[in-house]
């Protein structure tokens, strides 16, 4: 495979090509649906594929040749999590026990991807309710990580994360309640963001809903500007949507890090484990953003033990979610799933608003960091992608040892954090680097990281 297989190019590339007409919308598809055919059987990146998806791809062809694109993805293919609601597709959420009625609407997030012109590929694989971080669920089994087979992909957004990475199209949708973005993104050397919590409008409502957001996973910065131009629109079924005016991302994101104060994280509430690949990757990031004149110190934000709070917002949310399925189904639901909202089931409300509490103060000290820093720089993941075949064995230590320790704060303060892939470690796999900034400057973290993306690249997996 080369770059001049549609299939590897990046969604501006294609664009740019549409443009020119150069290249079709019809024959892009065709180049992704072939590299579907050939690495999903294994990847297992998809719920379902979408069989009008070349009808659209011809109707966006159509309106390029006239000169008039409906939007700015029209043409280029793009994914949907099915945690997301996409109509005339059943919304699984990667369960035994949900319905398989088909939607009637679309989520916000689809609905900005369509209105813009995406062609849909299809839906993607999620742990089942997006629980967890290991990338495989009771429904539709393991999703594997291109770059290797015997690896994760991450989770909960576990079909982008390897959608992405195969070249299953450049845009990405997922969702991010403690990670299920910036997890499966930095296993599989994509560009993951949480944006601010209202930037992307919900409905609806899921099990994690006031931590949730959706985001975009792609293998550029300039590509995740641009899909989240799409997505970041106000929706009056979410209340807390905010009102912004449709905007264009990129704007500023060639701007770079010169004077931006840059604050290294070791600590948030307690010290999340890092290997040593992933200091070194740490390191060499904070290395090439002070090179381009950025001013990079150590610090420490002050946070309150951020396991214990998320701890509980977690096993409450998953107490609940079981809940609401009938007991003779709930056999079906994945073990480890259970066994949390067993545990959590009886936690009191006094505890529970003791957690909403210090995930304030968690909020209140992450604005006081950022009036100092303009970014913070952390490990995404403290290590590279584990054994895909691991099994999750006691899940609530796993959370903020294995899966999540460095990702959930940023969900607890609703701030933007995006994951940037930094380089490969020697067994071949993808290491990243975190960026988060103040709740609503997400275009400081955009400028972070493609300050980064210009200073250090890493080549695409090639399944075969």
């Known amino acids: 495979m080369t770059q001049t297989d549609p299939a590897l190019m990046s969604a501006e590339t294609l664009l740019a090509l549409y443009a020119r007409r150069a290249l079709s919308p019809v024959e892009v598809l065709k180049a992704v649906t072939e590299r579907v055919a050939r690495y999903n059987p294994w990847v297992n990146a998809f719920a379902a594929l979408n069989p009008r998806a070349l009808q659209a ?4 062809e159509a309106r390029w040749m006239a000169g008039r694109p409906i939007g700015l993805l029209d043409g280029v293919p793009a994914t949907v999590k099915d945690l997301l609601t996409l109509s005339g597709f059943p919304t699984r959420r990667g369960s035994k026990t949900t319905d398989a009625t088909p939607a009637t609407e679309d989520a916000p997030a689809v609905m900005g991807l369509k209105q813009a012109g995406a062609v849909i590929l299809g839906k993607t694989t999620t742990t089942e309710f997006g629980w967890k971080s290991p990338g495989d669920c009771p429904l539709h089994g393991i999703t594997r990580n291109p770059w290797n087979r015997d690896r994760t992909v991450g989770g909960s957004s576990s079909g ?17 309640a403690g990670g299920s973005v910036r997890i499966p993104a930095a296993f599989c050397g994509l560009v993951g963001l949480k944006p601010s919590f209202g930037r992307i409008a919900q409905w609806p409502l899921g099990a994690f809903a006031n931590v949730a957001c959706a985001g975009p996973m792609t293998r550029t910065v300039r590509d995740n500007a641009l899909m989240f131009s799409a997505l970041a629109q106000h929706d009056l079924r979410d209340p807390f949507s905010l009102p912004d005016e449709a905007q264009d991302w990129r704007r500023g994101i060639e701007d770079g890090v010169a004077g931006l104060r840059i604050g290294v994280v070791r600590r948030l509430g307690f010290a999340p484990p890092i290997d040593a690949d992933g200091e070194a990757a740490l390191v060499g990031a904070a290395r090439l953003l002070e090179d381009q004149g950025a001013i990079v110190e150590e610090a420490d934000p002050g946070l309150p033990d ?46 529970f608003l003791g957690a909403e509490a210090l995930r304030l103060e968690a909020a209140h000290a992450m604005a006081r960091f950022h009036q100092r820093y303009d970014l913070l720089l952390c490990p995404t993941t403290p290590t590279a992608a584990f054994a895909a075949d691991q099994p999750t064995i006691r899940p609530a230590e796993a959370l903020w040892r294995d899966w999540a320790p460095w990702t959930f704060a940023f969900n607890l303060t609703r701030q933007p954090a995006i994951s940037v892939p930094i380089g490969l470690d020697e067994a071949g796999m993808p290491r990243a680097v975190q960026l988060a900034a103040a709740l609503y400057r997400d275009d400081l973290v955009f400028r972070g990281a493609r300050a980064l993306e210009r200073a250090a690249s890493i080549p695409i997996a090639e399944p075969a």
């Open 306 to 351: 951020t396991r214990a709070i998320f701890g509980r917002v977690w096993g409450v949310a998953l107490a609940r979610l079981v809940s609401t399925i009938a007991p003779e189904r709930r056999a079906l639901l994945d073990a480890g799933l259970a066994e949390v909202a067993e545990r959590e089931a009886g936690m009191s409300a006094v505890d």
């Open 57 to 60: 791809a011809g109707e966006s």
């Open 160 to 176: 982008a994360g390897a959608a992405g990475a195969a070249c299953f199209g450049p845009l990405h949708l997922g969702t991010d």
